[in-house]
């Protein structure tokens, strides 16, 4: 059980991790646009390599304590996995171009 709780414990602070990334990133673009006259675009500003492989390493440590938990409750193991999957699916996503203000 000690597993399968680490691991939602790393996917759900992974989680609130890349989502503030993003909302920073959305702050500092937002901030670029209103002094650059709205002359730049934002759908060309790209998310740093490092935060992505920062993600992607959270979101395996999370499955690995998700598999190594599973052969002792599976249920919790389970949501462990998913979670660590979808931080895995969000860390390569765009989030801050929906936090951008139109």
């Not at 909302?23 to 490092?50: C, G, H, R, W």
């Amino acid at each position: 059980m000690k597993h399968a709780l680490l691991s939602i414990i790393v996917a759900v602070l992974g989680m609130v991790w890349v989502v503030h990334i993003n909302y920073q990133i959305a702050a500092v673009v937002t901030e670029a646009l209103q002094a650059a006259d709205q002359s730049m675009n934002p759908s060309l500003v790209s998310f740093p390599k490092v935060y992505k492989m920062s993600g992607l390493v959270i979101g395996l440590i999370g499955i690995f304590f998700g598999v190594k938990g599973f052969f002792k409750t599976k249920p919790l193991s389970i949501v462990g996995i998913v979670l660590s999957l979808l931080l895995i699916v969000l860390t390569f996503i765009p989030i801050f171009s929906y936090l951008l203000a139109d």
